[in-house]
């Protein structure tokens, strides 16, 4: 039996998901049972609070990122003797099993790899694993679309038939020295590709790849291979055209709003082309796509709409708010922010402050630490946003009193954290 330490974290949820899928027999455990990550895997899988008594000698440990040896799950599995395979190790064994299509880049994986997904397993059937915290997989399947994340240079334990690389940027900052440092790891990932890599033409940072490999670029410039034209956005969703090699391919229609999600569109339209399906197979399955999980999710309640989004970078933050307004240009856009590590938060602070000044209003909560420790980041604080906002102010996460005075507005929740909570509170206050 496989135990996972730490599954509730995206990407080993969906591997454990994924694992009970292929027959293994999966447990886990985490700091606590209710995760919106493990929603779907706790119909199968046995979950618990994290004790050394979960650990036994007949189990093969896979272990998250996120934990180290200091904890207590760890410790026992070393002290058995255990085998113990990292998140990337257990991962780079499935993409031996099936033909894999590899989806990195800063902003828009989980979006592209969650639509890849969708339509392939419509048209031909593919195996997944989405940062969101899904996953599937059948023996019967060739593929497996992966979402590869390159934190640590994690994704180059992977191999893989294709690549989509959805743009290049500077994050990470406690890992990766600089915006070099990253291309280098990129440039790395890439040369693992079997065939084709599929990347962002627009960005310059993927233009300094420059790898002996066949790269399609994708974008809204003519000097990319794979071309958006004549967009066109209303309430409904967007409409625009393609053009391949110069020639027109197709009209497609996706239900969202939004320049970002044209361009994670183009990504997965080029996958296909590439692999010959049908284009208006394609096309409809496109259109019947949904979102990905905390990807601009909405719910309306009463007059006003709220969004649980996932994003933390300031460029994921700048394009949700444009989304929004483009969106709904009649309602005012309350964003509720909450930063996401101290070492990010000290590194883009003039950027947050310049995005989030995009918001009618903002309120900012205490910086979730993750992996890190707020002695060693001192005088970084959500205040030294707030302060250099135009209207900012402070939120709590248990605390949305604060929010029930808006009306017809549209309230953006930002954070790679979970903050159901939060929302959960004002849901129940302003229904009540």
Not at 133 to 141: L, R
Not at 149 to 176: G, P, S, V, W
Not at 245 to 274: D, Q
Not at 297 to 313: G, P, W
Request: aromatic share 12%; charged share 25%; glycine share 6%.
């Amino acid at each position: 039996m496989y135990h996972f330490i730490g599954i509730a974290g995206s990407g080993m949820s969906s591997l454990a998901l994924i694992m009970y899928n292929l027959g293994f027999k999966v447990k886990g455990s985490d700091i606590g049972k209710d995760f919106f990550t493990t929603e779907e895997l706790k119909k199968y899988v046995k979950i618990t609070i994290f004790d050394e008594k979960n650990i036994t000698k007949d189990l093969i440990i896979v272990q998250g990122n996120a934990f180290n040896d200091d904890n207590v799950e760890v410790k026992k599995a070393k002290q058995l003797g255990l085998k113990i395979y990292s998140y990337q190790e257990m991962v780079a064994k499935l993409t031996k099993m099936f033909e894999t299509i590899s989806i990195s880049g800063c902003h828009g994986k989980t979006t592209t790899t969650s639509m890849l997904s969708h339509i392939l397993k419509n048209i031909c059937g593919t195996n997944y694993l989405i940062g969101d915290g899904t996953g599937y997989a059948s023996k019967e399947n060739k593929t497996f679309v992966l979402e590869a994340c390159e934190y640590k240079r994690h994704f180059l334990a992977y191999k893989q038939k294709y690549t989509i690389i959805t743009n290049i940027d500077l994050d990470h900052i406690d890992y990766y020295k600089d915006i070099e440092d990253v291309i280098d790891a990129y440039r790395s990932f890439a040369s693992n590709t079997e065939k084709w890599i599929i990347t962002y033409g627009d960005d310059p940072y993927t233009r300094e790849l420059k790898i002996n490999k066949d790269i399609l670029y994708y974008g809204l410039k003519e000097n990319n291979d794979v071309v958006a034209k004549k967009i066109k956005y209303d309430s409904n969703g967007t409409t625009f055209e393609v053009y391949i090699n110069k020639e027109y391919y197709n009209t497609f229609f996706i239900r969202f709003t939004g320049e970002h999600m044209v361009l994670n569109s183009l990504a997965v339209i080029s996958l296909c082309y590439l692999e010959k399906l049908n284009k208006d197979k394609v096309k409809h399955e496109l259109g019947t796509f949904l979102g990905a999980k905390r990807r601009f999710s909405e719910e309306k309640i009463n007059n006003n709409i709220i969004v649980d989004d996932y994003a933390h970078h300031p460029k994921e933050i700048e394009v949700t708010i444009k989304a929004a307004k483009l969106k709904y240009p009649n309602k005012k856009i309350i964003t509720i922010f909450q930063p996401h590590t101290f070492s990010r938060t000290k590194k883009f602070i003039n950027e947050f402050i310049k995005v989030l000044n995009e918001s009618d209003i903002t309120y900012v909560l205490d910086i979730h630490p993750s992996r890190e420790k707020l002695e060693n980041f001192p005088n970084i604080n959500s205040k030294i946003i707030i302060s250099k906002l135009k209207k900012g102010f402070y939120i709590s996460k248990n605390n949305a009193d604060e929010l029930l005075k808006y009306n017809n507005v549209v309230l953006l929740f930002l954070s790679p954290n979970s903050l159901k909570g939060l929302i959960d509170d004002y849901k129940n206050k302003i229904k009540s």
